[in-house]
């Protein structure tokens, strides 16, 4: 029965990580209007201000009328869309409709069939963010690391699941227990203690004086206590 439903939990924690993630994948494609909105620079014809391994944030929401020159966009290569490029929008080649030519910052010049021409059906959206090499990361998320990572995770989640062993909880009770025990002895003794010492300001004094000195014990046992 324990094994059960240590089994049902395990597969609930793990049902609720992908719901969250797929929650969250779903939030940002909608908030950044493309179906995905990370992408990492992967050849460095943006150097100096983009770095290979760097992961640009595309908004998606920004419309392909609305660029202008100076913009980095990120867009399907236009012969064939078989790529994904990232370049800066150098010249606007027609208004209506719009088709724009891009460049590299690091090429001498736009590269025919890959800078122009670009329209909106090959558009993805405007760079808004770069994350500095965070791309690192990625390239050991493809097979078999991305697997590691995740039987980490799940790990992660068994340990928790399971807690500290039975044994090792009962110890460190037994162990708190004592430290009680021991501090309830303690307390005992203390009180015994000051009881003693009031006895003795009061067994060699007269009426009068015993009273004071009852009233300065009290006081004495008070701050001390």
């Given at each position: 029965m324990g094994k059960l439903s240590l089994k049902s939990g395990i597969v609930k924690d793990i049902i609720i990580v992908v719901i969250g993630i797929a929650i969250i994948w779903i939030g940002l494609r909608v908030a950044f209007g493309t179906e995905n909105p990370f992408y990492v620079v992967s050849s460095g014809s943006m150097i100096p201000n983009l770095e290979i391994f760097d992961v640009i944030v595309v908004q998606g929401h920004v419309n392909?009328?609305?660029?202008?020159?100076g913009d980095i966009i990120v867009f399907n290569r236009p012969d064939g869309h078989d790529k994904v490029i990232?370049?800066?929008?150098?010249?606007?080649l027609n208004k209506d409709p719009l088709v724009i030519r891009t460049k590299g910052d690091a090429n001498p010049g736009s590269i025919p069939g890959t800078d122009f021409p670009i329209t909106k059906n090959d558009y993805i959206g405007k760079v808004v963010y770069v994350i500095p090499q965070i791309g690192y990361v990625t390239r050991i998320l493809t097979p078999p690391i991305n697997y590691i990572?995740?039987?980490v995770i799940v790990g992660v989640m068994l340990v928790k699941q399971f807690g500290k062993p039975k044994s090792e909880?009962?110890?460190l009770s037994d162990e708190d227990k004592a430290k009680n025990?021991?501090?309830?002895?303690?307390?005992?003794s203390i009180d015994e203690n000051l009881s003693?010492?009031?006895s003795y300001l009061t067994e060699n004094s007269d009426s009068s004086e015993t009273k004071a000195n009852d009233e300065?014990?009290?006081?004495?046992?008070?701050?001390s206590k």
């Amino acid at each position: 029965m324990g094994k059960l439903s240590l089994k049902s939990g395990i597969v609930k924690d793990i049902i609720i990580v992908v719901i969250g993630i797929a929650i969250i994948w779903i939030g940002l494609r909608v908030a950044f209007g493309t179906e995905n909105p990370f992408y990492v620079v992967s050849s460095g014809s943006m150097i100096p201000n983009l770095e290979i391994f760097d992961v640009i944030v595309v908004q998606g929401h920004v419309n392909f009328d609305q660029l202008k020159v100076g913009d980095i966009i990120v867009f399907n290569r236009p012969d064939g869309h078989d790529k994904v490029i990232v370049h800066r929008v150098a010249e606007i080649l027609n208004k209506d409709p719009l088709v724009i030519r891009t460049k590299g910052d690091a090429n001498p010049g736009s590269i025919p069939g890959t800078d122009f021409p670009i329209t909106k059906n090959d558009y993805i959206g405007k760079v808004v963010y770069v994350i500095p090499q965070i791309g690192y990361v990625t390239r050991i998320l493809t097979p078999p690391i991305n697997y590691i990572i995740i039987a980490v995770i799940v790990g992660v989640m068994l340990v928790k699941q399971f807690g500290k062993p039975k044994s090792e909880i009962e110890k460190l009770s037994d162990e708190d227990k004592a430290k009680n025990s021991d501090k309830e002895i303690g307390k005992s003794s203390i009180d015994e203690n000051l009881s003693s010492d009031k006895s003795y300001l009061t067994e060699n004094s007269d009426s009068s004086e015993t009273k004071a000195n009852d009233e300065s014990s009290t006081d004495k046992d008070s701050s001390s206590k």
